[in-house]
């Protein structure tokens, strides 16, 4: 019964897609949006992660809106890609646009990243155990109140560099001349790729990738869960992501 609820759904913007391509009338470009507001709504519940600390539910949901009204009027409903495929894409790219926009990360936060990797590696050695907040944040010279503001902003830019992965450089209607069906075969390539190469890290690793990524927990959640501090949760974050970066080098088109 729900699937051929949701097959009377696509036939019915089927056939308002065909009447706003012959007559662009705002009222069923607005019914054709109205209608496909569940690919807002994932679109923001699954990227919170990444713009919580630059922006509100409202301001997403505000880009996402525009987004999913662009993909309306520059979808051709002749091609072989279904409307949720082409707008999810188009959505999830404009949220991400936005992020880019509000955050530019500067130099010296990727410069963080290394000095805090090296710091917790000489810590450790030294101390023969998980080095605490205060004693890495000594060793680099910071306040601990430092090193948890560098911590937040590391980490949003690698949680922006792990949706790059997936959606860096993709246009489903590209300007090499791919089709939307070549286009969308590639993505999924690139997600097949990317999974395999989830599974090939460390088992903490692919633990705070999954846990943060796919069950939405926060760090200070996963440093529970792990029994380990959340700046420790960071690091593994962002090691992880890089190897991910690495491995799936290839897909990712500049």
């Given amino acids: 019964m729900y699937a051929a609820k949701t097959a009377e759904i696509n036939t019915d913007i089927s056939g308002l897609f065909d009447r706003y391509k012959q007559t662009p009338d705002k009222a069923l470009r607005n019914e054709i949006v109205m209608r496909s507001m569940h690919i807002v709504r994932y679109a923001v519940l699954s990227t919170r992660n990444m713009y919580r600390k630059y922006a509100d539910d409202d301001d997403i949901s505000n880009e996402a809106v525009l987004a999913l009204m662009n993909?309306?009027?520059?979808y051709d409903p002749k091609k072989n890609v279904k409307f949720d495929t082409y707008?999810?894409?188009?959505?999830?790219?404009?949220?991400?646009?936005?992020?880019?926009?509000?955050?530019?990360v500067p130099r010296g936060v990727r410069k963080f990243i290394r000095e805090y990797d090296n710091a917790f590696s000489e810590l450790y050695a030294e101390l023969d155990r998980e080095p605490a907040r205060e004693e890495i944040a000594a060793r680099l010279?910071?306040?601990?109140?430092?090193?948890?503001?560098?911590?937040?902003?590391?980490?949003?830019a690698t949680t922006l560099s792990f949706e790059e992965l997936l959606f860096d450089g993709f246009d489903i209607a590209d300007e090499s001349g791919n089709s939307e069906a070549e286009a969308q075969v590639m993505l999924s390539e690139r997600r097949s790729q990317l999974a395999a190469a989830i599974d090939s890290l460390k088992d903490k690793e692919r633990t705070?990738?999954?846990?943060?990524?796919?069950?939405?927990?926060?760090?200070?959640?996963?440093?529970?869960?792990?029994?380990?501090s959340e700046s420790r949760v960071?690091?593994?974050?962002?090691?992880?992501?890089?190897?991910?970066?690495?491995?799936?080098?290839?897909y990712i088109m500049d």
């Fill in 141 to 156: 010279g910071i306040t601990p109140q430092k090193l948890d503001s560098l911590s937040s902003r590391s980490a949003a």
């Fill in 87 to 104: 707008a999810s894409i188009k959505v999830r790219g404009a949220i991400i646009d936005y992020i880019r926009r509000m955050d530019a």
């Fill in 208 to 228: 705070v990738i999954t846990l943060y990524y796919y069950e939405k927990l926060k760090y200070s959640e996963i440093a529970q869960v792990l029994g380990i």
């Fill in 234 to 250: 960071c690091q593994i974050h962002s090691k992880a992501v890089d190897k991910l970066k690495e491995k799936i080098s290839e």
């Fill in 71 to 74: 993909a309306v009027d520059s």
